[in-house]
Structure formats: C-alpha cells, structure tokens
C-alpha cells in the first residue's frame, strides 16, 4: 500500500503555472502507475493525467493536453503535474491516485488517493 500527500496548490491568474506535487510513502511506489484527478464545485471527479512506473508513458485528458504534464522521480517517490497556459476552468482540487499495474489511462483502475490540493485560476 501506498500513503499520499499533494501540494502545491494555491491562487494563481489566467494564464499562470502552478506545480503539484505529490509525495508517496511506501516501499514500492517505483512500480506504481500514478495519476492526477480533479473535481470542480458540483462536479464529478475526473481524471487529468497519469504516467507508468518508468515515467515513459503518459496519458492526458483532451482538456489539458499541451498545457499539462506530468512526471515523476521515483528515487523521490514523487509525482509531478506541472500546469502551464491555467485557465479559469481548471480550478478544482487536485488528486493525486496510485495503482498496482502496468497500465495506464484506465481511470477506474486507481485505488489510492490522496487528501487534495486546491488550485484556484482567477480570470
């Protein structure tokens, strides 16, 4: 099993960057597939982007393709999702999930998750 904990959120203006970060405990987080969601106010959670446990393959949402991208440093046990070109449309609380196999972009597959981090874009 793996613990998770994301920061990095905060205010930022249209058109600004953020990077999320997201801190993994456990002793096999180099073999986790790892993902970003996120939920907006009266909205369902959806997924934003995950990457495999080598880093090598990515998979984004249609909304964030471009602007988005994730990353992660297993020697850190860390996950990234760096946001750039943000717009008001992508304030949420962000998610940072995990999942024990090999493949990615299957949203249904994630089974740990993290408490959140909000991420405001005033316009």
């Known amino acids: 099993q793996v613990q998770l904990v994301e920061s990095g959120g905060g205010l930022v203006q249209t058109g600004g960057s953020l990077r999320l970060s997201c801190a993994a405990s456990g002793r096999i987080f180099s073999t986790y597939t790892m993902g970003w969601f996120r939920q907006a106010p009266g909205k369902e959670r959806e997924f934003v982007a995950a990457?495999?446990?080598?880093?090598?393959?990515?998979a984004y949402a249609d909304s964030v393709k471009g602007r988005f991208t994730i990353s992660r440093d297993n020697a850190k046990s860390t996950v990234y999702l760096q946001m750039n070109s943000l717009k008001p449309e992508d304030t949420a609380v962000y998610y940072c999930a995990g999942h024990e196999s090999s493949i990615v972009g299957v949203p249904t597959l994630f089974r740990y998750w993290g408490q959140g981090t909000q991420v405001t874009v005033s316009s």
């Open positions: 990457v495999n446990w080598s880093g090598g393959i990515t």
